[in-house]
């Protein structure tokens, strides 16, 4: 049975969907405040879909436009992205 879209997703799941390690996932929280998975009993992360979409979007911007990590901070500030 597949969850819907609206679902929220662990760390595994959300790694397994972009194809990168769950340690990434890790990192970009501690450098984009915008990326806020709850956290829940044990400290399991899940994922929201807003969560999601800012989390790809990181991803397209640092692996396939090559931005940096201070690149992407800047534009999702003057783009007003919390």
Known sequence: MEKSREAFRTISEVAEWLDV???V?????SRFS???PVKRAGGRR???P???RVIGGVKTLLHDQGMTIRGVQKLFR???IR
Not at 25 to 29: A, D, M, P, S
């Open 25 to 29: 996932l890790r990192f970009w929280e």
């Open 34 to 36: 915008q990326i806020k």
């Open 46 to 48: 899940y994922y929201r």
């Open 50 to 52: 807003s969560d999601m």
């Open 78 to 80: 003057e783009q007003g």
């Open 21 to 23: 390690p769950t340690h």
